[in-house]
C-alpha cells in the first residue's frame, strides 16, 4: 500500500513536465476559447466570470487532489519539490495583488525612484541564498521558529520569532485578501464584501486539505495564469507599437519620446516645474538616503519573510534549494523587468494623447476608470466629457485643455487599462484579472500557511502539548488555518484603511527582527541564547518604536526627537503655529485642529529625514551590535550547540532536526 | 577531518564574501553614479535608469545560478556534497 503510494508519488513528481505542460496549453487554449465566445457576442461579464471561476475551480482541484494526513507533506510538502517547481511556487508565493496590479503604477508615478522596489524585491533573494536558505533546508525545521528554538535553546527565542512572524504577516495576508476583494468585484461586479469571501472559500480549497503540499502545486499552477496575464498585454502593445515583441527592450525608445514630451509640456506651459518629475531623473520623489534605505530594508525583509523562507524547506536537498533560490529570482525577475516597460508605454500613451488634449476629444478609457473613481481631471472623476468639462471651468484661469496638473490616476489603472489602450479584446482584459486574482490567492495561501503552521506547529505542538499524535496536530493546524483566514477575511472586509497602509511596513519588521539572529546563529558560532533575545526584542522593538511613532503619534515623537528632525525652518514655524492654534481651539474645532496638526507633524516627525517604511535603518544594525555586544558579555554557547553550527553548515547527512511523526526521505 | 572542515568553511566563506561584495556593488554602489552613468546610451536606455530598471536584477540572477554552481563545485571536492 505505501509502496503503491510511493510509486505513484513517484509518478507524480517525474512527470511534472508533462502535467504542467498540459495545464499551460490547456490554459491557452481557454483563453481562445473565450476570445471566440466574446466574437460570437457572449457579453464581457460573463467572459469575466468564465476566468475567475474556472481558474479558482483548478486551483481548488489542485487543492483537493493534493490532499494528506501526513505530518511532514502538510509541513513542508515531504521535501521532494524540484527546484525549478519550487522557484515558480515562490515567485507566485512573491508577487503579491498590489505587485502584480500597483508595480507599474507605482513606476508610471515615481519614474525612476520607484525603482527603488523593484530592486528592493529582486536583490533581496542573493541574502536568501548566500547566507540563510541553503543552511534552513540543512537544519530541517518546519517553521522559521523551529530554528530559533533549537539554535538558541529554547521556547523564548521561539516565542519571539512567533510574534514578529505574526506581526509582519497578518497585515500582508489582509491586504491580500482585500485585493481578492477589489480585483473580483471589479470584474465580476458582484459586492465587494461577497467578493472576500469568495476569495476566502478559494484560498481555504488550495491550502487546508493539504498544506504546504496543496499550496506548493497550485502556486506552481497561479504562477503560469499570473505571468501569462502579465507578459501577454505588453507584448501585443510593443509588437504593435514598434514591431518588436520584446516591450523590455522597446520602452528605451519609449523613454525617450517621454523625455522629448515632457520637454514640450514644459515649454508650452502644459506643466509646471513642480508637477512635473521627469521619468529618468533620479531622487525626485526620495531623497539618495532614502531612495537606498527602502531598497536596504526591502532586500533584507525579503531575506527574512518567513511565508518566503519556508518554501525552501520543501527542496528534495540542500543542493536543489540554492538552485531554487536562482530559479525564484529568475521567475520574479520576469514581472519586475516588465513592470517598467508597462510604465513607460502607459505614461506615453497619457502625455500623447490626454495632456494637451482639448476636453471635448479625451479618449473613452479614462471613463471606464473615471467610473471607478480612479482617474481624476480637475478633481473630478472623470465620467464623461460634461462632468469634466464642470470640473474644469471651476478652477481658476483654466484654458481648456488638460494640463499635467489637472490629471491625476490611482496605480492600479496602469496594468488595467493597458489592453484597453491598445485596443485589444476584452478577454485579454479577463485575463489580466485572473492573473491579478492569482497572485493575490497565491500570497495569500503562502502568508496563512507561515502564520497558521507556527501557531500549530511552534505554539501548540512545541509549547503546549509535545505528545499530541499526529491525527491531532493536523486537525489543530487545519482549525488554526481556518480561524487565521476567517479572521483576516473579516478584517478585509472592513476596508481598513490603516492596516493597508501598514502592508510596507512587514519589510521593517521582519528585517530588524528575524534576520541579525538568523544569520548571525548560522555565521556565527558564538552567538548565544541571552545575545539573540537582546537582539530581537531591541531590533524589533525599535523598530516598532519608529514606525507606530511617527505614524500613530507624530506629534509627541516629533516633540521627543526635534533635534533630531531634518524639518525646515519654515516647517518648524508652521509646527507651532498649529500648536498654538490646536491649544487655543474651542470644543468643535478642537478636533480638526488637532487633524491639522497631526497631519503636518507626520511630514517632520523623523530622525535624520528617514521615512518610516525604511524604519529598520535603525532597527537592524542595532539588532546586530546588541547580538554581537551581548554574546561576547556571557559565555559562548555549549559545544553541543557549535556542533550543531557545524552540521548546518556541511550539506551531507541528516538534517539536525527529525520529527518523530513526519515520513521524510533521509539522504 | 577537523582540517578539511576547516578548509570547506574558508572555501564557503570566501565564496560568500565575493557575491556579498557583488550584491553590494549592484544594490547600491552602481545605482550611487545614475547621473554619471545616464550620460551613456546602452539599447537605447539612459545607463543608469537601466541599470536600476535591468542591468543589476540580470546581475542578481546569474549570480545566483552561477553561486550553486560554484558552491556545489566546492561541496564536492570538499568531500562533503549530498549523494545524488
Redesign the interface.
Known sequence: MAQQAQAAKGDFISNLGKIYGLYTGGFFAFVVVLAILEQLGVPNRWIGYGFVFLTLAVYAIIGVLSRTAEVGEYYVAGRRVPAFYNGMATGADWMSGASFVGMAGTLFLLG?DG?SF??GW??G???V???IA?FLRKFGAFTVPDFFSERYGGNFARFLAVIVLVCCSFTYVTAQIYATGIIASRFLDIDFTVAVYVGLIGILLCSMLGGMKAVTWTQVAQYIVLIVAYLLPVVILSTQKYGIPVP??TY??A??EIGALEQGMLSNGLATAQTLKPH?K?FTTYD?LN??AL??CL?VGTASLPHILMRYFTTP???EA??S??WS??FI?LL??TA?AYAAFSKLEVYSTVIGRDLDSVRPWLFTYGHLGLVKICGADAVSIDAIKAACSQVAGHPGVIRLQDFSINTDVIVLSTPEIAGMPYVIAGLVAAGGLAAALSTADGLLLAIANALSHDIYYKMLDRNAPTTRRLIVARILLVVVAVGAAYTASTKPADILSMVAWAFSLAAAGIFPALVLGIWWKRANTAGAIVGMILGFGFCVYYLVGTRYYAVHFYETWAWLSTASPAAVAKFAELKTAWMNAAEPAKQAAWVALDKHAMTIANWWGVRNISAALFGLPLGFLAIWIVSLLTPAPSKEVQDMV?AT????GDTIIRDKDAVLPA? | MQQGEDRYWRRTSTLMWTMFVLWVFFSFVVHMFVNQLNEFEFWGFPLGFYMAAQGSLIVFVVMLFVYAAAQDKIDREEGVAEDE
Not at chain 1, 649 to 652: A, D, E, K, Q
Open positions: 525612476y525603482l523593484v530592486l529582486t536583490g533573494y542573493v541574502l541564498a548566500i547566507l541553503p523590455q527592450l528605451g525608445q523613454i525617450r529618468i533620479p539618495p531612495y537606498f531598497i536596504l532586500m536537498s540542500v543542493r540554492r538552485k533560490v536562482a529570482l529568475f525577475f519586475y523587468f517598467p557545524d553548515r556541511r550539506p551531507r539522504h
